[in-house]
């Protein structure tokens, strides 16, 4: 068995767990692991909400995987893939190059002022709140009542961390930034738009449950639109997830209001089509729809207007094109056979692989990520005997190659530097972490240099 280093591009679970597999499975794998920004963990540390540590506790089981000896899996942080790094130096270090830098993007929503001032992606205020450092640090929070567009757990995100108030986030490791910002915050009422029916809803049952598990929240599911046909009634029978969100929303329905002063407003069967306003958003514009009898829907004509100051689009993530490789734009994949990357005429790209939403979209759980990872792993395992060895055979040549060209990269031992300052920054607050947002300030800690205050 010879000795091979390959590369991965993007430091979420998708190419965590491929770094993982491949060193579990191949004895002489070398792995390093590569990412943009100076720490791991990808959209679990930037892209769920703060107030959900439970689902953070993945983060445990991708922090054993980078842990490892450096000789095994090797973090290289602070490192922008087609700026930092080309294909073609990848090529000369490494036997083959894994690709799993997910998706960040917002899908877009073709309707009319879709564009006007006070319309938002959720992918933004996500990476706003998660305290992401590439965004801006503000954010305005001054519309009283918001609709958010969508039926998907960050749509419950977006709606939960605009109704409930900031002091009630203290506990969780959001930012003094975002908690300011939220502490402006003027919300009162969120109205959550899905299209289709209640057994149509793709929320996790246990994020809908703690949907109101805040004493300032109520939850008022609206009666309009909670239609359950045949092909939904098959759906609440076979699948234990549908039948638990739907029975939630039975039972929000049934409950009433506290009179609590924020409120989380569902409505079903409410497709937007248009966003109002001229100089900035006014309401929105939806047409009440109706079960086609295969989970689908069809408008009825029937619109209404809601007096909203803020529109948040929550229906989808989108990856982007990588440099140098091919790019299925409709799809917002990069094209593939079983993470093999194809050229666009059907041929293999020359060892180059991908994993995780940048190869099948954003979509799936952790467990999805992990048998696709394994599935691109044994492709890569398949192809071995034909792969070129790289021309640099030694590790630490693609370090020195960074280093001579300016850039900053960081490491697995800065990043523990960085762990344990955010860390020790909560304690003095009781909490359980601060993140530190900026760029600069993140490198500075993880060196030691940053003083805390």
Known sequence: MRKIQVAVIGAGPAGIYAADILTKEYEHARVDVFDRLPAPYGLVRYGVAPDHPRIKEIIKALRRVLSRDENSVRFIGNVHYSTDLKLGTLRRHYDAVIFSTGARADRTLDIPGIELPGSYGAADFVSWYDGHPDVPRTWPLTAKHVAVLGAGNVALDIARMLAKPADEQLGTEIPGNVYQGLV???????????????????????????????????????????????????????????????????????????GAPHRI??????????????????????????????????????????????????????????????????????????????????????????????????????????????????????????????EIGDPDAILAHLSANGVDYTTWAEWERLDSHEISLGEVQGRERVKVVARDEMIQAGRGALVRD
């Open 184 to 258: 402006a915050n003027q919300a009162t009422d969120v109205h959550v738009f899905a299209r289709r029916g209640p057994a149509q809803i793709k929320f996790s049952p246990m994020e809908f449950r703690e949907l109101s598990h805040s004493p300032s929240v109520d939850v008022i599911v609206h009666p309009e639109g909670f239609e359950i046909d045949e092909a939904s009634q098959h759906a609440i029978n076979t699948s234990k997830s549908t039948r638990l969100v739907v029975d939630t929303m039975m039972k929000y329905l049934q409950r009433e209001p506290t």
């Open 265 to 390: 407003h569902l409505h079903l069967s409410q497709a937007p089509v248009a966003v109002l306003g001229t100089d900035r958003v006014e309401g929105l514009r939806t047409e009440r729809t109706e079960l086609c009898g295969d989970g689908n829907v069809r408008g009825t004509g029937e619109f209404t207007d809601w007096p909203v100051e803020a529109v948040y689009r929550a229906v989808g993530y989108l990856s982007s094109h990588l440099a140098e490789l091919p790019f299925d734009h409709h799809a917002g994949v990069v094209p593939n056979d079983a993470g093999r990357v194809l050229d666009i005429d059907g041929g293999l790209v020359d060892a180059a692989y991908v994993t995780g939403w940048i190869k099948r979209g954003p979509i799936g759980l952790i467990g999805h990520t992990k048998s696709d990872a394994a599935e691109t792993i044994a492709s890569l395992l398949n192809d071995l005997p034909g792969l070129r060895a790289p």
